[in-house]
């Protein structure tokens, strides 16, 4: 993740690999220097069309964000501040090569970079909510046929936790107690319907997370 150059700006701190899992968010930070004495006003964008089964992209900047492309504003021998590209994972696999286009708006010049960004079904390796007090992975496999597995770590300080399963209508179908003594529940999905769930995680009856489950048969 070093400089990448154009002729009088460069970019510095660029992550060129980026992975996130289904439905969920992976973000990376850089930013951009100008090395030239004169004032720049940079455009950079990323191609949309390349992002695949729902995936989708931002660049936000100094609080702004957008899909499609920001202008960054540069004096002179100056640095910008962090721009952050986000990348929402959607239903589908996949990995793709996506470039990264900035744009010198004064002078014409392009720097286009390659990123490759990737999108895969590894949520039982993810945290679903961590605390000082709790730590809760999502369930596994996602899509589930027979049954999902949620591993989880709690305190036994008395606090009363559960997973509450709901349809897509909210209608709740089904609530699950977590036992601090244990560190596994087993979802028999056999027995649901196919399509899409979410389950949410409460602690004291304060919903603190929701994710989505799909079922298939």
């Known amino acids: 993740m070093g400089a ?61 964000c957008n899909s499609s492309s920001i202008i960054i504003k540069l004096d002179g021998n100056s640095t910008s501040d962090d721009i952050e590209l986000i990348l929402r994972g959607g239903l589908t696999e996949f990995k793709s090569s996506i470039p990264l286009e900035i744009k010198d708006l004064n002078y014409r010049k392009d720097l286009i970079l390659d990123l490759n960004i990737a999108v895969s079904n590894k949520i039982q390796d993810e945290i679903f909510f961590k605390n000082d007090n709790f730590t809760v992975n999502n369930f596994y496999p996602n899509p589930a046929i027979d049954q999902a597995i949620m591993h989880y770590s709690l305190s036994n300080d008395g606090s009363q936790t559960k997973i509450v399963l709901q349809n897509v209508l909210g209608s709740i179908i089904k ?43």
Request: one cysteine or more; a neutral charge; aromatic letters at 8%.
């Open 4 to 64: 990448l150059k154009a002729q009088d700006f460069e970019v510095i701190g660029l992550n060129k690999e980026l992975e996130t899992n289904l439905q969920s968010i992976k973000s990376s930070k850089f930013t951009i220097k100008n090395i030239s004495s004169f004032n720049k006003e940079l455009s950079v964008s990323l191609d949309q069309k390349l992002l695949l089964g729902g995936s989708n992209a931002v660049l936000c900047y100094n609080g702004n």
């Open 175 to 217: 609530e699950y107690k977590l036992d601090p003594r244990e560190n596994e529940l087993q979802l028999d999905t056999e027995q649901l319907k196919p399509g899409v769930y979410f389950y949410t995680l409460l602690i004291n009856d304060e919903g603190l997370a929701t994710r989505k489950l799909i079922v298939k048969k």
